[in-house]
């Protein structure tokens, strides 16, 4: 179920970004570098998107389109979000070492949840709050799994 979100992600960066010079559809952006499933996307204009979680094994986007905030195309209240923290996120995903073992993907998922929570940060109104904690909460829930937690604090 990763490896399908994953290549959703991929797709729809690709279809962003288009093809690298010299190169087809293949996951990697402009630069030739691997665009991993959390990887930020640069397009025309002032617009940038970012997978920001996998729920349900579909990827979650966040996109910044001339300063307003999109969660899967849908427009949010997230105020003074810039180009500059969504780049300091890509970077931070991008810094860590690809692998496929189960760790892995813990770190990235603590790493989102960490950007999640700025985001809630600077969320008005309560549907957008709403919302952007049932993203943590999936997020967050994957990190405890790999810790070996399971959320029952009373045993």
Same mark, same amino acid.
């Given at each position: ?81 810039? #180009?500059?923290? =969504?780049? $300091?996120?890509?970077? /931070?995903?991008?810094? *860590?070492?690809? +692998?496929?073992?189960? !760790?892995? #993907?813990?770190? =990235?998922? $603590?790493?989102?949840? /960490?950007?999640?929570? *700025?985001?809630? +940060?600077?969320?008005? !109104?309560? #549907? ?20 070996? #937690? ?6």
């Amino acid at each position: 179920m990763l490896a399908k979100a994953r290549a959703a992600c991929k797709s729809r960066l690709d279809e962003s970004l288009g093809p690298a010079p010299g190169q087809g559809r293949t996951g990697l952006d402009r630069a030739g570098q691997v665009c991993h499933y959390a990887a930020i996307a640069i397009t025309k204009g002032k617009t940038m998107e970012v997978c920001i979680a996998v729920m349900h094994g579909k990827p979650v986007m966040l996109k910044l389109l001339d300063g307003v905030v999109y969660l899967d195309n849908e427009p949010q209240p997230i105020k003074h979000l810039g #180009e500059e923290e =969504l780049a $300091a996120f890509s970077e /931070a995903i991008r810094a *860590t070492p690809p +692998g496929a073992e189960p !760790g892995h #993907e813990a770190l =990235l998922n $603590a790493k989102r949840a /960490a950007f999640i929570v *700025t985001l809630l +940060g600077k969320a008005v !109104g309560d #549907e957008c709050i709403s919302t952007l904690t049932h993203i943590l909460e999936h997020v967050h829930a994957d990190v405890l799994e790999y810790l070996g #937690e399971n959320g029952d604090h009373n045993a």
